[in-house]
Nanobody, 122 residues
């Protein structure tokens, strides 16, 4: 069982940056994959990034590539999503999640946090 707790959301001006944190607890394994997803009102959950716990090598969705960076601490207890050059289109609830395989599909993820709201205003 893995517990995930996101934090760091809030109201952000367009062009500004924000860093989200996902605190990880419970039993984790180096072969896990940790993903970030977001969901805007009335839209489907969208892939943001995925990182392999062992290697720390990330992959990003097209809409955030070059603006967002995901990284983790050496103790494998925290995952961060650094978001730069934010636009109103980045508004949504941001979730971290765990999968046993590399995937951009939400249904492949077993454990989810409760999410943190990010609202970007222009």
């Amino acid at each position: 069982q893995v517990q995930l707790l996101e934090s760091g959301g809030g109201l952000v001006a367009a062009g500004d940056s924000r860093r989200l944190t996902c605190e990880v607890s419970g039993r984790t394994y180096s072969y896990y994959f940790f993903g970030w997803f977001r969901q805007a009102p009335g839209k489907e959950r969208e892939f943001v990034s995925v990182i392999k716990w062992r290697s720390g090598i990330p992959t990003y969705g097209d809409s955030v590539q070059g603006r967002f960076i995901v990284y983790k601490d050496d103790n494998n207890t925290k995952l961060w999503l650094q978001m730069d050059s934010l636009t109103p289109e980045d508004t949504g609830v941001y979730y971290c999640a765990v999968s046993l395989k590399w995937s951009v599909v939400p249904s492949d993820y077993t454990y989810w946090g409760q999410g943190t709201q990010v609202t970007v205003f222009s």
